[in-house]
C-alpha cells in the first residue's frame, strides 16, 4: 500500500501528523534532499513539500517529474505562499489542455 508523506520545516508539517500523514521535518534544501530520495525509494505515492524548501530543490522536484511516484506536490508553509506550487498547477494544466484555463 502506498504512503503519504508530508516533508518541510517542523511547524509547517506537525499538524499533518494528526491526520495520519508521515512527518519529516527539515530545516533547509541541503537536509531535505536526501529524505526526499530517501521516501522516493521507500515507495510513498505523494509527497507534500512545503515552497520553502521547493524554492531551493529545483533539480530534486524535476528529477521526479515525470516519474510515476512519487507526485509532489508543493504546499504553503508556515511563511505563507510563495507561488510556486500554484505556478506548477498552472503549467500542468496548460501541458494536459493546451490552454492556459487558469
Known sequence: ???????????????????G???????SPDTARPILHRLAKQGYAIVYLT??????????????????TPAIILIPGKEGSLGIGMEQIKTA??????ADIL
Open 1 to 19: 500500500m502506498y504512503r503519504i508523506a508530508v516533508l518541510g520545516d517542523k511547524d509547517s508539517v506537525l499538524g499533518f501528523k494528526a491526520l
Open 21 to 27: 500523514l508521515d512527518v519529516f521535518p527539515a530545516d
Open 51 to 68: 515552497e520553502q524548501l521547493a524554492a531551493g530543490m529545483g533539480a530534486e522536484i524535476a528529477r521526479y517529474k515525470d516519474e510515476l
Open 93 to 98: 494544466v496548460e501541458r494536459a489542455v493546451g
